[in-house]
T-cell receptor, first 111, second 116 residues
Framework: KQEVTQIPAALSVPEGENLVLNCSFT??????LQWFRQDPGKGLTSLLL?????REQTSGRLNASLDKSSGRSTLYIAASQPGDSATYLC??????????FGAGTTVTVRA | GAGVSQSPSNKVTEKGKDVELRCDPI?????LYWYRQSLGQGLEFLIY????????KSGLPSDRFSAERTGGSVSTLTIQRTQQEDSAVYLC??????????????FGPGTRLTVL
């Protein structure tokens, strides 16, 4: 069974600082890994998807890396803004179709 | 449609009543998924549809839970004889293809179910 862990559980930074969010998974046989953002009381917004053959994926201020052999992914958010405050979820798709989620990292960016 | 839609957005029911939750996926998406997000449990997979068939129902918590999909589009998740532990946010997602390495799942806003 795939286990996904996200560290830290919560993070508070001043505006402008770079954010580093960590995700680890136990089974390296994955199809892909997805990072999501969830605002309070809302659904999930897909941020980035990294296929198993990729090492990283970038979108604007977001960059996600994947080291499949060590079971790790890192989401970097550059020059954080108060609007980046949310819970960030990592989800791994193993050799089937369902996503296994971490518990999330709740980010607060202080103005 | 532009995104995955779910209805109702909120549902309050009494213990023992049946409820139906609806999901309308993105047009053209053949795969549809139901997940549940509850306090202390995180996000857990419930069921997956490819077209109208459900190859994997392994995540359904009990036989009180059932789901169907018609016309390869709208799906309904039904919970019979609701219990307080069923209180959670039920999220629906869809994707263009399931068995593909590029399989991005897009989520709806969820239905918040409260069982009194």
């Amino acid at each position: 069974k795939q286990e996904v862990t996200q560290i830290p559980a919560a993070l508070s930074v001043p505006e402008g600082e770079n954010l580093v969010l960590n995700c680890s998974f136990t089974d390296s046989a994955i199809y892909n890994l997805q990072w999501f953002r969830q605002d309070p009381g809302k659904g999930l917004t897909s941020l980035l998807l990294i296929q198993s053959s990729q090492r990283e994926q970038t979108s604007g201020r977001l960059n996600a890396s994947l080291d499949k052999s060590s079971g790790r992914s890192t989401l970097y958010i550059a020059a954080s803004q108060p609007g980046d405050s949310a819970t960030y979820l990592c989800a791994v798709r193993s050799n089937d179709y369902k996503l296994s989620f971490g518990a999330g990292t709740t980010v607060t960016v202080r103005a | 449609g532009a995104g995955v839609s779910q209805s109702p957005s909120n549902k309050v029911t009494e213990k023992g009543k049946d409820v139906e939750l609806r999901c309308d996926p993105i047009s053209g998406h053949t795969a549809l998924y139901w997940y549940r997000q509850s306090l202390g449990q995180g996000l857990e997979f419930l069921i997956y549809f490819q077209g109208n068939s459900a190859p994997d129902k392994s995540g359904l918590p009990s036989d009180r839970f059932s789901a169907e999909r018609t016309g390869g589009s709208v799906s309904t998740l039904t919970i019979q004889r609701t219990q307080q532990e069923d209180s959670a946010v039920y999220l629906c997602a869809s994707s263009f293809l399931a068995m593909s390495s590029y399989n991005e799942q897009f989520f709806g806003p969820g239905t918040r179910l409260t069982v009194l």
